[in-house]
């Protein structure tokens, strides 16, 4: 029932539907002075929504950047959302969020970990069977990666889940905490607050970082508009709302 919740509240993330809704209501208002009202409203959501600086200003105080340099750890854990399956090729296309896995795997190439560990199962309720995790391993044995030390939680269908199960499948190969975390620096905050309520013992590990960290930009970096900053928007308004959820429903 959460996961259904869950799919149909993430439709709520996205700025670009709010700004459509107002327009929406603007057509159809027949007072004159409330759709001005409303249009004016729009327009100054649409340059907030697509402004780069005011997004990077909000990233850059939400995103986690620690990293692991050095040390030696049982295992590294990975956490899932960093592909999406390809049904005209049958296998799995990376995304914006494909730094997870690839971070996870240089840690345990350095020697850093002794297991990898992949965690996802399917968030797609159209197609159950299409286990991440499961889909990945083929990907590394095509790499020439070495897959004797990679354990796998295909189970979860969530962050929260991912958790939990992951907590199972190191308890039953007697891997000893603390372990190295592994996902986007968006993402991280809600990851470690459901770690804390799980009592699972993580180190954290962030990749993908949105901020921008560069001194000085260009003039239009500031005052034009940029419908990618909608989508960034929408990443962090789904972690938000992800937060309030899980806080509400006591997985954090």
């Known amino acids: 029932m959460f996961f259904i919740a869950s799919k149909i509240l993430g439709v709520c993330t996205k700025p670009v539907l709010w700004v459509l809704a107002l327009l929406l209501i603007a057509v159809c208002s027949r007072n004159a002075l409330r759709r001005k009202r409303i249009l004016i409203a729009t327009i100054v959501l649409l340059f907030v929504f697509s402004n780069n600086w005011l997004l990077n200003v909000v990233t850059r105080q939400w995103e986690l950047t620690q990293q692991i340099h050095s040390g030696h750890y049982t295992a590294v854990v990975v956490l899932g959302g960093y592909s999406k399956f390809d049904y005209r090729n049958q296998q ?3 995304n914006d969020n494909a730094d997870r896995l690839l971070n996870a795997i240089a840690l345990k190439h350095a020697g850093l970990a002794d297991y990898l560990v992949i965690s996802g199962g399917s968030g797609n309720m159209a197609n159950p069977d299409e286990r991440e995790a499961r889909l990945t391993l083929p990907m590394l044995l095509q790499y020439g990666i070495d897959t004797t030390h990679v354990l796998v939680e295909d189970q979860s269908k969530n962050t929260s889940e991912n958790i939990r199960h992951t907590k199972t499948v190191l308890a039953q190969k007697g891997l000893q ?16 607050a459901i770690c804390k ?26 005052i034009i508009p940029d419908l990618r900053a909608l989508f960034g928007w929408e990443r962090l308004s789904h972690e938000w709302l992800g937060m309030l959820s899980y806080k509400l429903t006591g997985k954090i």
């Not at 905490?177 to 470690?192: D, E, G, Q």
């Not at 009592?199 to 962030?206: E, N, S, Y």
């Not at 990749?207 to 960290?213: D, V």
């Open 92 to 94: 799995l296309d990376f």
């Open 177 to 192: 905490p603390p372990y190295i975390l592994v996902t986007s620096a968006f993402h991280m905050r809600r990851t470690l």
């Open 197 to 222: 309520k799980e009592g699972l013992d993580v180190v954290p590990h962030c990749t993908n970082l949105y901020q921008q960290t560069a001194p000085h930009q260009n003039w239009d970096y500031y």
